[in-house]
């Protein structure tokens, strides 16, 4: 959530303390990693809103590697290549900045649900919000990832045009989407 591993650690500190404080609200027998996240999320909002955290996503030697955990195995074992290797710090980049475009909401949804592999009602319980609105958030935000990130996987070779022919859906454009939310309301 933060892409900076010293306010994620805090972070992850501060949900810490404030689970062992209530820990009399948790219920035996609930999903506790769910309750735990949904602590952690709200102490990230609670502390983005409060201008705590900083939206700038590091560089150089301090930066976490991407491939930890946004880029599938399988993908990076067909990258082991010398010419895939040096070109992994690009796809790397490409990703985080496509992931960091994206409108928070639809951001958190993807990252729960395809980094860190949680459950639909598991990500409705963190995200406060009913599981419908959790897949709607999630179908479009890979829509808005998929758009994003065509071009690049072409390039790259990740995706053949052959194989996507017929497969491609008009992309969606991340400022007439906010532009139809904002006539909806």
């Known amino acids: 959530m933060t892409r900076n591993a010293t306010e994620a650690e805090d972070l992850v500190q501060d949900t810490l303390v404030k689970a062992m404080r209530a820990r009399e ?14 602590i952690l999320t709200n102490t990230f909002i609670n502390r983005y809103r409060r201008g705590g955290l900083e939206k700038a996503v590091l560089e150089g030697p301090d930066a976490d590697p991407l491939a930890d955990g946004w880029v599938s195995a399988s993908t990076m074992a067909s990258m082991r290549d010398p010419e895939s290797a040096a070109l992994r710090p690009v796809l790397e980049a490409e990703i ?10 639809f951001r958190l949804a993807v990252v729960l649900a395809d980094v860190e592999e949680l459950s639909y009602r598991e990500i409705a319980d963190i995200m406060g919000c009913p599981i419908g609105t959790v897949m709607s958030r999630l179908h479009r935000g890979r829509r808005l990832l998929k758009s994003r990130l065509y071009e690049h996987a072409l390039d790259m070779g990740i995706v053949s045009p052959e194989s996507a022919v017929g497969q491609r859906e008009e992309p969606v454009s991340l400022a007439a989407y906010r532009a139809k939310k904002g006539a909806a309301r």
């Open 25 to 38: 609200q948790f219920e035996a027998g609930t999903n506790m990693r769910a309750w735990l996240l949904r």
């Open 96 to 105: 985080r900045t496509a992931l960091d475009e994206l409108p928070e909401e």
